[in-house]
T-cell receptor, first 112, second 112 residues
Framework: AQRVTQPEKLLSVFKGAPVELKCNYS??????LFWYVQYSRQRLQLLLR??SRESIKGFTADLNKGETSFHLKKPFAQEEDSAMYYC??????????????FGRGTQLTVWP | DTAVSQTPKYLVTQMGNDKSIKCEQN?????MYWYKQDSKKFLKIMFS???????INETVPNRFSPKSPDKAHLNLHINSLELGDSAVYFC???????????FGPGTRLTVT
């Protein structure tokens, strides 16, 4: 069965410190992995997806199929990064009808 | 030029009432979704429509009935509201299944 696990409910770092938000998944096949972010009182928005292999707002995430992980990293956290971060999984295009399976989210707080 | 919009933004009502939440997207997408975010911020899909046809119907009480009058709209009607229905409901859309989903601002439903 598909599952997305974000082990940390809360994560706090100081400005300028590196940050890593963990995400592990289980899926029998080749999933598509995403990170969505929800800033305070704003809508959920896509931060990045593994197939694009890009860096958004300084964040990167690498899909590690051996460890079934898709951790989100940023070398120098900024206060404006404070938000709720969701890791999400979908099957290959069309296979799960677009169903996104979300982790429970990690609330990141970056202190000044 | 809002991509995905929902009305109302806030909805406070009493147990037993019937209410509707409306969602509209102007992105030309053919797939729309409803998600429920509970008090612990956990996001779970409820329904999905592709070209006005229901393709995902998760284990949701049949008091919840989605309706898609056209590809740009997906409304959610809830009968006999219960306390446990209190949550934030998010609408989303994507071009085809398995692609990036764009979320609405959410509707915070409070049942008293």
């Amino acid at each position: 069965a598909q599952r997305v696990t974000q082990p940390e409910k809360l994560l706090s770092v100081f400005k300028g410190a590196p940050v890593e938000l963990k995400c592990n998944y289980s899926y029998s096949g080749s999933p598509e992995l995403f990170w969505y972010v929800q800033y305070s009182r704003q809508r959920l928005q896509l931060l990045l997806r593994h197939i694009s292999r890009e860096s958004i707002k300084g964040f990167t995430a690498d899909l590690n199929k051996g460890e079934t992980s898709f951790h989100l990293k940023k070398p120098f956290a900024q206060e404006e990064d404070s938000a709720m971060y969701y890791c999400a999984l979908s099957g290959p295009r069309g296979s799960t009808l677009g169903r996104l399976y979300f982790g429970r989210g990690t609330q990141l707080t970056v202190w000044p | 030029d809002t991509a995905v919009s929902q009305t109302p933004k806030y909805l406070v009502t009493q147990m037993g009432n019937d209410k509707s939440i409306k969602c509209e997207q102007n992105l030309g997408h053919d797939t729309m979704y409803w998600y429920k975010q509970d008090s612990k911020k956990f996001l779970k899909i409820m329904f999905s429509y592709n070209n006005k046809e229901l393709i995902i119907n998760e284990t949701v009480p049949n008091r919840f009935s989605p309706k898609s009058p056209d590809k740009a709209h997906l409304n959610l009607h809830i009968n006999s509201l219960e306390l446990g229905d209190s949550a934030v409901y998010f609408c989303a859309s994507s071009q085809d299944t398995g692609l990036q989903q764009y979320f609405g601002p959410g509707t915070r439903l409070t049942v008293t």
